[in-house]
């Protein structure tokens, strides 16, 4: 089954505005990643946050862990039309190997 | 570097051809993933080669898919017979032992007819 599942599944939102995905998983993790898919193209890693780790930036991107409720949040700041894609929650459970579960994406559209 | 590279593109075929995938991985990563994707399934993991081994093919569907890695720049994956029901886009992804940031290709977007 799905490790992690992200929340809302499709998001509509004005150019210029902040976009806010959030995933939920289910078992003890070592890392959460977050990666971006455009429409008809390969995924493409944006930022991982280790599981001692709170928060992260990286440019527009900002990600949040909650461990104790299982669960992340991808902020994208100042969206603009080319961050249109679907994006994608990624986890690697404790004690495993370098395998890692994708949920099943959220589809943000940046409207010009 | 090139990045991954998978082949072919696209691939149009009918019901009981044999299909085979091609994946060349970045140089230097010696872990390979076959991923397939489907609107009503997601993204879900097929198999997962370490320095060319098969480590996990839980996610084979079933014999009729086998997966091969002869060297550390080469994976193929093939589907002998296919079927309607595998038709999906089919990724390739290569990282680094001890790494969890994966790199992906293109993906092969497979059609059975």
């Known amino acids: 089954s799905q490790q992690g599942e992200e929340d809302p599944q499709a998001l509509s939102i004005q150019e210029g505005e902040n976009a806010t995905m959030n995933c939920s998983y289910k078992?003890?993790?070592?890392?959460l990643q977050w990666y971006r898919q455009n429409s008809g193209r390969g995924l493409v890693h944006l930022i991982l946050?280790?599981?001692?780790?709170r928060e992260k930036h990286s440019g527009r991107l900002r990600v949040t862990l909650d461990t104790s409720k299982k669960s992340s949040s991808l902020l994208i700041t100042a969206s603009r039309a080319a961050d249109t894609a679907s994006y994608f929650c990624?986890?690697?459970?404790?004690?495993?190997?370098?395998?890692?579960?994708f949920g099943i994406g959220t589809k943000l559209q940046v409207i010009p | 570097d090139a990045g991954v590279i998978q082949s072919p593109r696209h691939e149009v075929t009918e019901m009981g051809q044999e299909v085979t995938l091609r994946c060349k991985p970045i140089s230097g990563h010696n872990s390979l993933f076959w991923y397939r994707q489907t609107m009503m399934r997601g993204l879900e993991l097929l198999i997962y080669?370490?320095?060319?081994?098969?480590?996990?093919d839980s996610g084979m569907p079933e014999d009729r898919f086998s997966a091969k890695m002869p060297n550390a720049s080469f994976s193929t994956l093939k589907i002998q017979p296919s079927e309607p029901r595998d038709s999906a886009v089919y990724f390739c992804a290569s990282s680094e032992t001890g790494t969890p940031e994966q790199f992906f290709g293109p993906g092969t977007r497979l059609t059975v007819l």
């Open positions: 990624a986890t690697d459970e404790s004690g495993g190997y370098q395998k890692v579960t």
């Open positions: 080669f370490n320095n060319n081994v098969p480590i996990d």
């Open positions: 078992t003890s993790i070592n890392n």
């Open positions: 946050i280790r599981s001692n780790e």
